[in-house]
């Protein structure tokens, strides 16, 4: 089974470009590959959301130099795969606090989603300055004002309309979630691998949707429940 939605969080950019003998942005430039490789393939695997944890609150700690390099290549990446977006009928949005961004990118980012709203393909979605506690916090805050009914939370959410992420990668032989879709991965597989994201190019994605493929999800029920609806449906 093709998950509905792959959420990936990126990991491993500068300990690829030590490896090498590089500065840290080399690896969020060869990152940027692996990030249009991935795009495809999700396009030609039917995948319809396909999210990329880009830039965490977080990160703004990093040495400013590399935040502007990160913030530089993301301005980049918008302008540029605009052409592919279309051409892909691909439908870009970002999602996060875009009130830390500066105008320039805001604007460039507005462009673009604007521009690629009318495409039905894959829905590509970008993290940026995001975490899923200051988006549980804002859904809160705008849940309580709005005095919304209890089953109706995650549409406060800033991922509101996006279905919670089905399979969540992360590379770089890390295990851990690191503050990204807290609330949207209550069921959500897990896959780690301990490809750098620099290489995580294909013929890893595929890997990943295989090991997904062979999942049972249960969502809290029993395995044999599972495999009676499974025969029901067929
Ligand atoms: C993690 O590696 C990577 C990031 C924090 C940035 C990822 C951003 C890009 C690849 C830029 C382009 C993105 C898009 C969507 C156009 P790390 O720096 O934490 O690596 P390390 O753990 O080895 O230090």
Redesign the pocket.
């Known amino acids: 089974m093709i998950p509905e939605h792959v959420a990936i969080i990126?990991?491993?950019?500068?300990?690829?470009a030590?490896m090498r003998g590089k500065e840290?942005v080399f690896?969020?430039h060869e990152?940027?590959e692996?990030?249009r490789a991935c795009s495809e393939y999700a396009v030609e695997a039917g995948i319809k959301y396909l999210s990329?944890f880009?830039?965490?609150e977080e990160?703004w700690n990093r040495p400013e130099a590399e935040v502007s390099e990160?913030m530089r290549?993301?301005a980049l990446?918008?302008l540029n795969?605009r052409p592919t977006f279309m051409k892909n009928n691909i439908r870009f949005r970002v999602v996060g606090n875009r009130s830390r961004l500066s105008d320039e990118l805001n604007h460039d980012i507005d462009e673009a989603v604007r521009v690629t709203s009318v495409n039905t393909g894959l829905t590509l979605i970008?993290f940026l300055s995001y975490s899923g506690k200051w988006d549980i916090e804002q859904a809160a805050a705008r849940f309580a004002a709005a005095g919304a009914p209890e089953g109706h939370f995650g549409e406060y959410l800033a991922t509101a309309g996006i279905p919670d992420p089905d399979l969540l990668i992360r590379t770089?032989g890390?295990q851990r979630i690191s503050n990204f879709m807290l609330w949207q991965c209550a069921y959500t597989e897990f896959y780690f691998t301990p490809v750098?994201?620099p290489d995580f190019r294909k013929s890893e994605f595929r890997q990943a949707l295989e090991e997904f493929a062979s999942r049972q999800r249960r969502f809290g029920k029993t395995g044999d429940q599972i495999n009676v609806e499974t025969k029901l449906s067929e």
């Open positions: 990126m990991d491993g950019n500068g300990r690829w030590k840290r690896g969020h990152g940027t692996s990030v990329f880009a830039f965490s990160n990160l290549l993301m990446s918008i795969e970008v770089s890390e750098l994201w």
